[in-house]
Structures are given as structure tokens and as C-alpha cells.
């Protein structure tokens, strides 16, 4: 295969050998830097072996994004378009009273406005559709959407939003999810703030924490954590003169995403195409629409392609986050290291919607226990809703928070029965064959063998 | 003084969605000169899933890698697909493809099979090749198969299939059924350093030993291990968005919401379990999310092996180990 070249070959042909940083060249365009093929750069013999399975191929993508070929939605650019900014809310909770975008709407530049009450189904959501697409009447959170501006700029939209008058009517605000769960304030109208929860239920945990030669009680808990991809949600949508909309859309499932955008805007799938480009970074994050029925909206207002870039403000305040957990762990062990009872109460931070709740719970819930066999275990696990920033699908479900209190704790079993670790941990593992908290027969089981390869590689026994 | 200690963590995970119907669907095809085109509603979001998918589809089809172009994301164009999410893309959107390219491999075998005067089932794709099992050497390029497919008998060599993780549902009261189809397991190990009279844990050392069934790609299995040991490292020690009173965001930018940088990331020893799940495409199971989950929970524990603390609250900021040691110190005074 091709030979490895040279660094002056390699910025002779992607022409990459000028570095003045005169004012010349700093201005000069990307089409300064052509990129003619062939290009004498590294490619790997993997990528042409047979079989293809286990070869460490390198990506098919790789070479674009190096070479800034690679066209993230930042890079698309339409002729005639414009840009749009989202007005976030100035409460955590509070009724609207009234939105007046009339001085925004007369503001030099600006083309369009949009506002929640003029999408045929305001509400959309991955399992209850409990979220607006612009809050309409009322606010929830701090990252409710009121309002959108489309214009010529960026500059110019935001600027527009400053001219936007909502009149808010406060309402009550309960940010603690142990206050949330006594119902006494309500997030969301006459239903209790308690929105999702799960029960796993195996053998009998009061008789076994009983008869078990120790009990272990903590309490665990974890912070909010946003996914911080590199590129921030973006999107572009044109509404074309057949009445059919394409979305241009760094979201993760465009499945989903279409289905979300013909039920918000009340048209046809086939009138909707959606095109995923290539993420800048998903970790859960992407999973659920944003603003793109916003754009489409405003495009279809305007008869422009209409672009949306979060920052990274936006980012944090109003795509989802990841739920803080509180965990009641109660746990009975024999004094051999054997586990034989474990008792679970957890209490999710939902944030003001339901988003990815649902899956959090539940997966958390499953995996509460950890990779152990548990006869008696018994797990309840809550979510409910306050008014603080939605939490949603990241990295891991609810596992790394409750890998964080299972393991914990059974490092303080270990210490205080004075077992070491690596052992305690190997007198309970799943094996093939074992049966997980649903009862679920487990196979291609390997915890066992993670934990021995991964102390050998690390010399757990050298001292 | 700076104090070192170890500690582990092992952990569970498992691939797609909570009993709900997660489906991928997928459409192979493959050209008359032998390479393939692959159709996938998934999304690349940086971790590599299009090269995985296009060497399961390769796989299949017994050509390499860059034999298979991938087209990806485009309702116009694309079948459904549930999408980047749950670990799913490698184990559920695969085994979608593997189903497709044996569709499409079936019918290179069907044209071929007069050709050799064997069975459709007495032939394999290999090395470029549909070849007659045990006998490699009576075999025809599978370029010139494809065209006689296509060309000669007029069938050609495409297939469409769809797969979705078979579970069961659980019992409300008890929760007991079969949310999942498959799991990875993993074992984490962290050396920290801490300072026990600043508070400031260093991590020093991260092995990591995962499970994915087969890798379909070691280079990127590694990649995404490393990646998500970061966001572990940011979970355990550094990060944390803080709330007004009012409910507001306190910290949403990169200057007061503190994530690892290069410099923070310890080093990293990677290996992975040798495993094969056959319910997975090529023995494929999955390994994205996973890596971020035991790193936590090892730090943690390697906290309390060095300073005798024990962090029950992320993230373990050096004020909050430094408070922790400040008590455990005033209560042996």
C-alpha cells in the first residue's frame, strides 16, 4: 500500500505549504487550499483486508475531517439565508400573560417571528409529550423557549429578542426533588410531580436483612452534567414551494425526528426530509428534536432556508442534561463477602420535562444492583419533575450513577469486613448462566474475567 | 503530603432499548464489479458507527472495507432507523445489515451455483470471492459474479431486512422479564494521587478491560473507551452545573463549568475481553456508552485507598475531598 510520505509532501499537494499570517492570507478563502486527488496520505492495509471483521481499519470519514472537507451544519451555507435566535425564559416557573413581538417583528433585518401558539401541536417528547416547542402559556424552566426571531444576521436576531415583551404571572418554584416529590407545588397542572417510576422485586430482602451477618446503609449522590459536544445543536430547514420542508439536522435519529416534526407541524411525513449530517458529537444529547420545528416554521414564513446554531449558553441551559440521582442503599452481607440481601431507593432530578426519564429509570433501576447474584433485592426508584433544566438520555442511562454507589459501597463492605476487593467482588459476579434482578438468564457473561485481566494488567496484588 | 491509592470498578451494561421495539433496518447492494453500496437510516456522530457498519456489511458479502460505501441519514433515501442511541448501532443496526447482505449474498450464490455445479448452500463469499466450502479453489471473483447476477440472469444481487432485539416485558409489580437481548461487562482500575493537605486528586493511571463481544474494530473500540474515560474522569472529579435559588444555571460556559482537558487525562492502558456473543452480528455486542460508566466509581474508591475518605457526593472536588479529610481528622483528634 501506499508508502508513509513525507510532511512536505503532504502540505505540498493539500496546499497547506504558505504560513504567513499576513493580512492577505488570513483572509484568503478556503478555495485558496484546494484539495486535489490523489493525495499522498497515509491509508492503512487494514481498510482493503479480507476478512473485515477485527481489522483496524481507518474511518471512512477520517481523511475528510483532516482535510476540513467534512461539512458540519456550521459550514452549509444557502443562498438567501437567514438566521434564528430563541428567546429563553426569565423564570423557572410562571404563567405567560402575553407575548408582544410586534417591535422585534418592525426592526430592520428582521423577516419573521414565531411563537408557540402558532404550531398546530405545540408539545413533543420522546415518551410523554409533555415539552412545548415554544412555551405558550406556561414556563417551566429557565430554557423554555418563548419566542423566535428569523433575520438577516445573527446580530440582528439578537438584538430582536431584546425587543420582545412577555409579561409573566410567577408561580410558584420547587428546584428540590425531595420537595418536589410531596406534591405541595405542581410542575405540571393537577398531576403529581412523581412522573415515571419502577419496582424490581426478587425473593424476600426484610427476612434476608435480617438474618444477614451485617447491614450497610449509605447514601449516594450525583450532580447534574451536561453532554458538551463540540459542535452544539445546529439545524437548517427549508420550506420549498411544493409545500414539502428538508431539514438539515445535527440530531442522532432522524427516524424519530421526522416522525416530531409532521406530528408538531400537522403535515404529511412524506412532505418532510430530514438529513443527518455529520454529528459533532452526540452522548444522548441529540436524541430528541430541539428547534427544529422552529425553523421550519419561520422558513416557511419567509420563504427562506433558515439556520439555527445553539451556543454554548444555550446549549447548557436548554438541551437536556444529565439526572442527578440520591440513592438509599442498604445492603446485607455475610461475613465471607457474600451479598444475600440489597435494598435500593432512588429519587431522580427529572428537570421540568420528561424527556429520557423514562429509559433512566428504567435502566438505572435494572442495573441498580450491580453485576452481582442478589437473591433478595428489592429497588423503587422515583423520577419527578422540578423546575430546573430537563434531563434527558446521556452516556450511560442512570448507570454510571448507580455504578457509583453499588461500587462504592462494596468497597466499604470489603473495607470494614477486611476483604480486599478484587475478592468480594469475585465471590458475588454474574457468571454464564446467572440470573439477572428481572430473572433474565445471562449469557457471553465476562465480568469475572474483566476483573482478573484487568488486576493482572494493573498488578493489583503487586502491593 | 501526596498520598497514592487504587481502586476498582466492574460493572454491567446492556445494548438498545428497555423492552420497547428499538428496530434498524438496512439495504444492501451490491455493484457488478464487486464492490457494495450500504443504505443506513443511523446517523454518524463521531464514533466511528459507518466504518463498524461497513465492515459487518463486508463481512457478510466476504470483501474489505473499503469495498463498501456507506450512504447514511437521509429520510429520502435511508430505511428507518432507531437511531445513535442505547449502545445500539453496532449490535441491533448490524445485525440489520448482516441480515441485508445475506439477502443480496444468497443471490450471488444462486448464480453462481450452476456456474461451480454445486448448491446455493455448498458455496461461501470469501477473500473477494464466492468459492465451493472446503474447496477454495474452485471458486469465480465475486465481480464476476455480481455482473453475471445481474446482467446474464437478470436477479440482481440486493436485500432489504430489518432486526429488532427480541425482550419480554416486565411485570409492573415486580419488574421481572427481559428488557434486554444482550449485555457487555467491564472492570476499571484508577491510580490516583491525593493531596491531603489541598484536597487535589491527581489520577495517575486508568486500566480499563472491556467486553464488546467480538471487536469489529480494535482501533475504534479503544477510541471510544478512552473517550468516554474522560467524561468519566469530568463525572468524578470536575464537573457540575449549579442552580440560583431562583432555579437559574449558574455556570453555563466553558470558563466556570470545568471539564478535563489533555492534561488531565491520566494515562490509559485499554484491553478487551476475548468474547464472541452469537446473538450479535460477527459476535459483535457493543461498547459505547459502557466506558463511561465504572470510571466514577474506581476513582472514587482509589480516594478512599489513598486518604481514607469516602466521597458519597459527586463530584469530588478538592474543597469537597479536603472537607472530608478535615472531618475524619477532627474526629481522630
Keep these: 500500500m501506499a508508502t508513509k510520505p513525507t510532511k512536505d509532501v503532504i502540505d505540498q499537494k493539500v496546499g497547506i505549504q504558505d504560513t504567513d499570517n499576513s493580512l492577505t492570507g488570513a483572509l484568503r478563502v478556503k478555495e485558496d487550499h484546494p484539495v ?27 481523511r475528510l475531517h ?11 451555507k444557502f443562498p438567501n439565508m437567514i438566521y434564528a435566535k430563541v428567546l429563553r425564559s426569565e423564570r423557572a416557573h410562571a404563567k405567560i400573560v402575553s407575548i408582544d413581538v410586534s417591535e422585534a417583528e418592525a426592526m430592520p433585518g428582521v423577516y419573521a417571528t414565531v411563537t408557540g401558539k402558532e404550531f398546530p401541536t405545540n408539545s413533543f417528547g420522546p415518551t410523554l409529550q409533555d415539552q412545548p416547542v415554544l412555551a405558550d402559556t406556561v414556563v417551566r424552566h429557565f430554557g423554555d423557549g418563548v419566542a423566535a426571531v428569523a433575520a438577516v444576521s ?5 438584538e430582536a429578542l431584546k425587543k420582545i415583551k412577555v409579561v409573566y404571572e410567577d408561580l410558584p418554584v420547587v428546584l428540590d426533588p425531595e420537595e418536589a416529590f410531596k406534591d405541595e407545588i405542581l410542575i405540571h397542572g393537577p398531576k403529581s410531580n412523581t412522573y415515571a417510576s419502577k419496582v424490581i422485586k426478587k425473593g424476600d430482602v426484610k427476612k434476608a436483612l435480617a438474618k444477614a451477618d451485617h447491614v450497610f446503609t449509605n447514601r449516594y449522590k450525583t450532580q447534574f452534567v451536561e453532554h458538551v459536544p463540540i459542535e452544539p445543536h445546529a439545524s437548517i430547514a427549508l420550506w420549498d414551494g411544493n409545500g414539502r420542508v428538508t431539514l438539515w439536522s445535527s440530531l442522532g435519529r432522524i427516524t424519530l425526528g421526522r416522525e416530531d416534526i409532521s406530528r408538531t407541524l400537522d403535515i404529511p411525513q412524506s412532505k418532510v426530509r430530514m438529513i443527518g449530517t455529520i454529528v459533532g458529537g452526540n452522548f444522548g444529547g441529540k436524541n430528541e428534536i430541539t428547534n427544529e420545528p422552529i425553523l421550519a416554521l419561520l422558513s416557511k414564513k419567509t420563504g427562506r432556508p433558515v439556520k439555527c446554531t445553539y451556543t454554548r449558553g444555550d446549549e447548557f441551559v436548554s438541551s437536556t442534561i444529565r439526572h442527578p440521582f440520591i440513592m438509599d442503599y442498604t445492603t446485607g452481607i455475610n461475613n465471607d463477602g457474600k451479598i444475600v440481601a440489597r435494598k435500593i431507593r432512588m429519587l431522580l432530578d427529572g428537570g421540568a420535562y420528561c424527556s429520557w426519564t423514562g429509559t433512566t429509570i428504567g435502566k438505572g433501576s435494572i442495573l441498580a444492583a450491580g453485576p452481582y447474584n442478589i437473591d433478595n433485592l428489592q429497588v423503587e426508584s422515583f423520577a419527578v419533575y422540578t423546575n430546573k433544566t430537563t434531563t434527558g438520555a446521556m452516556r450511560g442511562f442512570g ?65 | 503530603m501526596k498520598r497514592t491509592g487504587k481502586g476498582m470498578a466492574c460493572m454491567w451494561y446492556p445494548i438498545g432499548f428497555t423492552v420497547m421495539a428499538n428496530p434498524s433496518a438496512a439495504i444492501v447492494k451490491v455493484n457488478t464489479d464487486g464492490t457494495a453500496t450500504l443504505l443506513t437510516g443511523t446517523v454518524e456522530t463521531g464514533q466511528g458507527a459507518l466504518t463498524v457498519l461497513g465492515q459487518i456489511a463486508a463481512e457478510t458479502l466476504g470483501i474489505g472495507t473499503d469495498d463498501v460505501h456507506v450512504v447514511s441519514a437521509d429520510t429520502d433515501t435511508t430505511p428507518m432507523d432507531t437511531g445513535a442511541i442505547a449502545s445500539r448501532t453496532t449490535y441491533v443496526t448490524g445485525n440489520a445489515i448482516v441480515r441485508a447482505a445475506e439477502v443480496a449474498r444468497q443471490l450471488l450464490f444462486e448464480a453462481a451455483a450452476p456456474l461451480l455445479n454445486v448448491k446455493p448452500d455448498q458455496l461461501e463469499a470469501r477473500d473477494r470471492k464466492i468459492q465451493v466450502l472446503g474447496f477454495p479453489s474452485r471458486s469465480l471473483p465475486i465481480a464476476n459474479v455480481a455482473l453475471y447476477a445481474e446482467s446474464t440472469v437478470g436477479r440482481p444481487a440486493l436485500g432489504s431486512a430489518s432486526y429488532n432485539p427480541p425482550t419480554v416485558d416486565m411485570d409492573p409489580e415486580t419488574g421481572q422479564g427481559k428488557p434486554f437481548n444482550t449485555y457487555v461487562y467491564a472492570t476499571q482500575i484508577a491510580e490516583v494521587e491525593v493531596d491531603d493537605e489541598t484536597g487535589e486528586v491527581e489520577i495517575k493511571k486508568i486500566v480499563a478491560v472491556h467486553d464488546c463481544g467480538q471487536p469489529i474494530n480494535p482501533m475504534l473500540v479503544e477510541g471510544q473507551i478512552e473517550g468516554g474515560i474522560s467524561m468519566g474522569v469530568g463525572y468524578a472529579l470536575q464537573e457540575e452545573i449549579l442552580f440560583d435559588d431562583t432555579g437559574k444555571q449558574i455556570n453555563p460556559n466553558l470558563t466556570n463549568y470545568i471539564m478535563p482537558t489533555a492534561l488531565d487525562m491520566p494515562e490509559i492502558h485499554v484491553e478487551l475481553v476475548d468474547n464472541y456473543d452469537p446473538t450479535g452480528p460477527h459476535g459483535a455486542k457493543g461498547v459505547g456508552e459502557p466506558t463511561a460508566v465504572p470510571t466514577a466509581a474506581a476513582i472514587m474508591n482509589a480516594i478512599f485507598d489513598a486518604v481514607g475518605v469516602r466521597i458519597t457526593t459527586l463530584p469530588a472536588t478538592a474543597e469537597r475531598v479536603m472537607a472530608a479529610i478535615n472531618e475524619k481528622n477532627a474526629q481522630s483528634a
Excluded at chain 1, 66 to 76: A, V
Excluded at chain 1, 403 to 421: R, T
Excluded at chain 1, 435 to 457: G, N, R
Design chain 1, 36 to 62: 486535489i486527488y490523489p493525495l499522498s496520505l497515509p491509508e492503512n492495509d487494514e481498510r482493503q483486508a479480507t476478512p473485515a471483521v477485527g481489522q483496524s481499519a481507518t474511518r471512512s470519514d477520517a
Design chain 1, 399 to 463: 448507570a454510571p450513577q448507580v455504578c457509583f454507589a453499588y461500587e462504592s459501597q462494596m468497597d466499604e463492605m470489603a473495607h470494614a469486613l477486611g476483604i480486599d476487593p478484587l475478592t468480594i467482588r469475585l465471590k458475588n459476579t454474574f457468571r454464564e448462566g446467572s440470573l439477572s434482578p428481572t430473572s433474565q438468564t445471562l449469557h457471553s457473561v465476562v465480568v469475572e474475567e474483566s476483573l482478573l485481566q484487568a488486576s493482572e494488567a494493573f498488578g493489583w496484588n503487586r502491593g
Design chain 1, 154 to 158: 445573527e446580530q440582528v436576531a439578537q
Design chain 1, 66 to 76: 483532516g482535510l476540513g472537507q467534512t461539512q458540519y451544519i456550521d459550514d452549509i
